[in-house]
């Protein structure tokens, strides 16, 4: 299919000679052997409530284009309005009312999923649950989608730079219209404004927001600039205002009824609006769309649409999107495996580089947090942390493979601590939705610090740390600190209580760890006793953490097994305390002391597997599974249970990941499974080692921040075998546990099973 | 109070010697003598439906600012939601909740009054049912209106230059706040956008429209930049979104409710928005809010704002409008009378130059008519033609006393038959409302051309006057038209059809006029035995006209009294048989005749006023009192009416106009009932005379259009008694009714008065 629909852009192209040269080079280029970018599967995740889309985008882009397939009866259960739904496609949902493009990949809570577009043919309809439609033959791939619009007969195209959205809709001949549906949407959030410039362009926005139903006030718009290749022979905004219910609504034979209003060229906003240009074509024809967008403005907008894409065709532009995917996945080469093997690495790699993305427009500028003030960025503005998930190990994943984005995230942090005063907890969009819990950021920037990537401001950094780890009035961050640090925990007079005490802890032992390394003594001590208060909320006989009401006593009644699956649960968040009892990644030593030594550690830890409380698809527990390795020859367990999980819940099919994404986390927990090592501890320098599920794993390394070219892990021995030795460049290596200063200064690592 | 706040300007401009010679300059032109613009008393027209508002406008202003009255149950039973309501404010109201910067004035249907200011002081509310307030010490004049707020002891001043709402608020110290709230108004459309541009400027836009009810698909925006004489110490936006009642709603906490988007600097739209600048003021202070308006852009109301106000303060652009409004009000000088009859004249000469006003922007730019497209114009585009209305005297008037107006104002409906294919009916800001019956334009355009106001196209007017009159399919003007070439008539298939039968008529004789004037002999034999069509629809039995059913047989049962009050009532639109029995305004002597001659002619009509059946605050029946002039002597009697009916419905007080004053129509009935002349029949250039109110009236002719500088009414004898003879230039004038040719050609006409 790819090749197809290059052939197809090489005869579009004939008389254009350059074109097609720079055709002919990426086919050759491509042709020949399976490129890490043809390994994407982008349909992984998009069942199952992984919440990602298949549609294209750009690394880390701005714009991206998703089918959206989630409105309307025709696709219950899992339609939006029906239910707690975060995502724009679902793969078994058939009914589609357009393409949205911008989207989130992996979250929990519905946003954007706005800005739709919808070629159809014949009378304009507006009414999306009369112009969807069932689709086929879909096609998706890095950088491409593709599909046939069963009732139109239309053949749809997407790909996307990064901040434009790219679609060409082939049309049978007769009328053609391209609707932009700024109502519809998967956001909450509602209102827009549009204004058809020509008949080749449309301005407007569309409001989202509202993550999680929370923080509504900072709803903000998404701004767009559509270009059509082909000048509208009619066209026309519809708007369908709400419906009046007062005395007048008598004389209002038009109320909350939708009006099409012809020719319309000013501004019309509403909750329900949008716009349709219709073609009447004498013969089957191509209609190209391009959509810039900009959290700034409609100006940046258009500049970022001109920039990026004016005047190149969408195979241009999609290849230069392949082009881009295929360097970055290309980072990480595996050998052996199987070839869904290599398509759930390659697309879970992909689903790292989609998160945090680029909020700041093509000259730079970018919305700040809280301010309301413009900023400017010399490099790289991202946006989406979601922290709470992505500290764990999607951070360590970047700082090890694309140490100059993961620098760019850590400045990315500082600017909006310089711009509202706070580090970023869940920010989205310039927004800090104040999801989850814990203070995840100083995690990230200590890790990253500690890996030796060190071009950020490393004591504001600190000061913004220890802002939130000691300012106990006016805190946005850590609520409950007073009483975390009084008492060393929260009590239930705050939810999730256990978690939060946890998250605190985890926190606090990174900022030690960055006082230490600056030489602050004294923070390093405090820090590192605040770290381990955890353990005041261990119940010995339980043998897990338990949480403590006021008055200091345990909280009952308590069910350990109470609050999976997402149900609510007193002192703890997103999970019970099973999942909860082993989240001090940071001082596990500390843990199996407590909890009576290596043998009732191992104990209560393998019952967590056995008794069906481990949750593969959400945070707290995801590092369970590498725990083992803390217990001397206890390390097979670990590297039984990740190859057990990686096969039974990451395969190459729409519902192959375990749940949501989680911007990636996910995914970054299987790139690192599947490469047989994993970072153990956020924060600290340390991965621990399992068994590579290549033959072969090659890690540029960049060397703008690594000595070494190049990081190889090697699998040798009896494939199906446990470890028997480590050999760091032919060197025994005694522990299951490497610092990444040993890991990225070594040429190979070999893992010898046996 | 105006010398008052003149000194109170001079005391601000005391270092700007300039400043000061101009405030001085202007004190010695107004300070000696009552001027005309002195005499005007915005509150006439306020209460009683007259649907006039007293703040203040520029003459034929695109900006007006309104206090805003007709919002919350504390104003029922005049609520704008609880009735149908067709202005911006009511004198007997007490609850305000604004100014309103965009107002239409003696109109019959709600539309515009949007772009609500409003001063508080205290915590920032935006409910305005909650930071409504009652007001006193209003104080309304040309250009000119105060009042105090008294819940936050603000006194507010407000003035407008064309496209220009300017507000001076006098704050007590502590927090003030100003509100800008989009949300409420008028209008029945919804949908607002805006955007905080910095702390001393916002912009954003309205929608507005569905005038009457009707033609939703034109809805449309104002645009408007607001800008602060301070800098806002903080300033935000706020928001309710619709409740949502989906699932979702239990997630969210915050459904339905406003919220407060502190320094939201990008674009916030929705039904219900609004913006608040916040201060904090040690004493008191003083903020002016200038806000310009534009149909077009926001670019161009900032360009208004800046090239008609920009550097000039409150006080400065007071004087410009009340100069502007002096001068033109001048144009007619009246002698003789009491006070408050000079108050009544001025100011229903104030309300004919309300209406129709400007369009374009200061750059020439307006919306065209239906194309979408932005036109350009050399001199003034005029919008807000209520010709149903104006026609009958309104334009007469303008011919007249300001021919350049009503010159421009024909080239306006012309380039909107350029731009739609069709002339005006009811043109509201470049929207065709449809409203009332009959094709006005006609009638207007050969009234001037034949009053010899020449300077527009007249071919072209004719093509368009004859297609509205000849066009059967997709004639938007003439509804039934079919028929009535077939007929003679409308039958009750249609609505009105007696109504529109008589108005078609009359625009008929208008074309047969003008087809005269342009030696076209065919067309005037044509229409002009078109125009006498009416006559089929006499019913001798009743002496009245009387519907006809499709089949040719009267419409039964018929009661001639039926129809008043706006009742609906077959046949027959706004009125009943005996208030449309005379419309035939150019065949009253074919009148006479089939009513049996002049003695039942003068019965029947005599009737009208005995019974009761007289309407004086609708104009079908308006030239009814000057109609005995077309019996010889019966002539007293309608010097009689005319003088009972200025005194009984035209009063110096808030209810002192009979009902709509219908954009200008009912004064400027009153304005040549006064000076003693009518134009009794539109589209001919022929007056009838009764008795001026004053010793003597004055009318500055233009010397543009006429070849005299001035007209003299001048009366004489007993003042109470009825006419003796009439002189003109102290020639005896033979005759009741006068030629526009031979009384603009005269330098006094006098009446002299037995």
Not at 70 to 81: H, I, M, S, W, Y
Not at 465 to 491: C, F, V
Not at 601 to 614: A, C, E, I, R, W
Not at 659 to 669: F, K, L, P, R, V
């Amino acid at each position: 299919m790819f090749n197809k629909t290059i052939s197809v852009g090489m005869k579009k192209e004939a008389s254009k000679i350059v074109g097609v040269l720079l055709v002919l080079v990426f086919v050759c280029a491509i042709g020949n052997t399976q490129e890490p970018a043809d390994y994407v599967n982008p349909f992984i995740g998009t069942s199952n409530f992984g919440a990602t889309f298949p549609g294209p985008i750009a690394p880390r882009g701005m714009a991206s284009i998703s089918p959206f397939n989630v409105a309307g009866p025709q696709n219950l259960p899992l339609e939006k309005d029906s239910r707690w739904l975060s995502n724009p496609y679902v793969h078994e949902n058939t009914f589609l009312t357009g393409f949205s493009h911008v989207n989130l990949s992996g979250v929990g809570c519905p946003d954007l999923g706005v800005i739709l577009l919808m070629p159809t043919t014949g009378q304009v309809e507006t009414d999306h649950l009369k112009y969807g439609t069932t689709y086929s033959n879909e096609i998706a791939k890095a950088g491409y989608y593709s599909n046939n619009l069963d009732k139109y007969n239309i053949k749809t195209e997407l790909t996307a730079s990064i901040r434009v959205g790219v679609s060409k809709f082939s049309f049978p001949k007769g009328q053609a219209n391209i609707l932009l549906n700024l109502g519809l949407g998967l956001t909450n959030e509602e209102g827009a404004m549009v204004k058809v410039v020509s008949p080749t362009e449309i301005e407007g926005m569309r409001t989202v927001g509202s993550f999680c139903y929370n923080n509504p006030e900072s709803a903000y718009p998404v701004y767009f600039v559509a270009r059509f290749s082909k000048a509208a022979e009619n066209f026309g905004v519809w708007k369908r205002p709400s419906k009046y219910d007062g005395v007048e609504a008598e004389w209002m034979t038009y109320n909350g009824k939708t009006r099409l209003m012809e020719n319309a060229t000013r501004m019309v906003v509403g909750a329900s609006i949008g716009t349709y240009f219709s073609y009447k074509f004498d013969q089957p024809e191509t209609v190209e769309v391009k959509i810039g967008v900009s959290y700034v403005s409609i100006e940046n907008a258009r500049e970022n649409l001109e920039k990026e894409t004016a005047n190149k065709s969408f195979n241009t532009i999609y290849e230069e999107t392949y082009n881009k995917w295929n360097n970055l996945l290309s980072k990480i080469q595996v050998d052996g495996g199987s070839n869904d093997d290599k398509i759930i690495f390659y697309t879970a790699l992909y689903h790292t580089l989609i998160h945090p993305n680029t909020l700041n427009d093509f000259n730079g500028e970018y919305p700040e947090i809280k301010t309301g003030k413009i900023g400017k960025t010399q490099g790289t503005r991202y946006t989406v942390f979601s922290l709470w998930d992505t500290y764990r190990n999607l951070h360590q994943l970047m700082s090890l493979v694309y140490p100059q984005q993961q620098s760019d995230m850590v400045k990315s942090m500082l600017d909006m601590y310089d711009e509202n005063g706070w580090l970023p907890k869940w920010e989205l969009n310039s927004t800090e939705t104040f999801t989850m819990v814990g203070d995840p950021a100083s995690i990230v920037i200590t890790d990253t610090y500690l890996k030796g990537i060190r071009d950020f401001d490393i004591v504001k950094a600190y000061n913004a740390m220890l802002k939130s780890a000691d300012q106990i009035e006016n805190n946005p961050l850590r609520p409950g600190l007073e009483e975390y640090i009084n008492l060393g925990y929260l009590t239930t007079n705050f939810g999730g209580s256990v978690s939060t005490t946890e998250e605190y802890n985890v926190a606090d032992y990174s900022i030690a760890l960055l006082a230490k390394s600056l030489g602050k003594d004294d923070d390093y001590v405090r820090f590192k006793n605040r770290s381990i208060s955890y353990r005041k909320l261990f119940d010995k006989n339980l043998n897990l953490l338990r949480p403590r009401n006021p008055d200091g006593n345990w909280y009952e009644p308590f069910v350990p097994e109470a609050g999976a699956n997402f149900t609510k649960n007193v002192g703890f968040i997103e999970g019970n305390a099973w999942q909860y009892a082993f989240m001090v990644p940071h001082d596990i030593e500390g843990l199996i002391k407590i909890m009576g030594g290596k043998e009732p550690f191992t104990k209560q830890l393998q019952k967590v597997f056995d008794t069906d409380q481990f949750d593969m698809a959400n945070e707290p527990d995801i590092a369970y599974p590498f725990l083992f390795n803390y217990i001397e020859s206890e390390e097979w367990r670990s590297q039984k249970i990740v190859k057990e999980l990686v096969q039974k819940y990451f395969q190459n099919k729409p519902d192959g990941l375990p749940g949501n994404d989680d911007t990636g986390t996910m995914s970054a927990w299987l790139v690192y499974s599947m490469m047989g090592f994993y970072p153990i501890s956020p924060g600290e320098p340390l991965y621990t080692i399992t068994v590579p599920l290549f033959d072969r794993v090659t890690i540029a390394l960049d060397s703008k921040y690594y000595k070494k070219k190049e990081l190889v892990i090697e699998r040798a021995g009896n494939p199906n075998g446990t470890i028997e030795k480590i050999l760091l460049d032919e060197r025994p290596h005694k522990s299951f546990f490497i610092s990444h200063e040993e890991l990225v200064n070594s040429n190979t690592v070999k893992i010898i099973l046996k």
